[in-house]
């Protein structure tokens, strides 16, 4: 990917608009504005290309994930309580033949056994949790060098 212009759809599912409000012990006291923001920033300095969406709907991101299936060359989607059972989400991210990186905000995997469990990440090519909002910083620069550092 880092021969090519680098398309990233960046998706936030289910509750991540109350980012910075709900939860701030777990997810952080950043509202989720200032993450996209921090996010299209980080991918203006890298050269970088990012359309992003956050939604409430399964179906919304769905659609998204199928809709820019042309355009992107990756998508880092951060799918919130979508990620334990959404198999319509992960059958999706898979048709579109794409890479991608999942991002959690907090640890998921220091955390209840549940939130241990997502049925994304066998089809991803790797996760960054626990690292708040720039862990989506973090996947984009994975996805820039993902050439040379995936083995």
């Given amino acids: 990917m880092a021969n090519s212009k680098l398309n990233v759809l960046v998706l936030h599912g289910p509750n991540l608009n109350l980012t910075g409000f709900r939860e701030p012990d777990v997810y952080g006291k950043k509202p989720l504005e200032e993450i996209d923001k921090d996010i299209s920033t980080a991918a203006a300095s890298l050269g970088v290309d990012v359309r992003i969406l956050q939604s409430n709907s399964e179906g919304v991101l769905i659609d998204t994930i199928q809709e820019h299936r042309r355009w992107a060359s990756a998508i880092v989607i951060n799918p919130g309580g979508l990620t334990h059972y959404s198999i319509a989400l992960r059958d999706a991210l898979v048709s579109v033949r794409l890479p991608v990186v999942e991002v959690h905000l907090s640890n998921v995997h220091a955390r209840e056994e549940f ?5 994304i990440s066998p089809i991803t090519i790797g996760q960054v949790v626990g690292f708040g909002g720039y ?3 973090m996947a984009l620069n994975a996805l820039l060098n993902l050439d040379k550092e995936v083995v």
Avoid: A, F, I, L
């Fill in 135 to 137: 862990g989506y910083v």
């Fill in 115 to 119: 939130r241990r469990t997502s049925v």
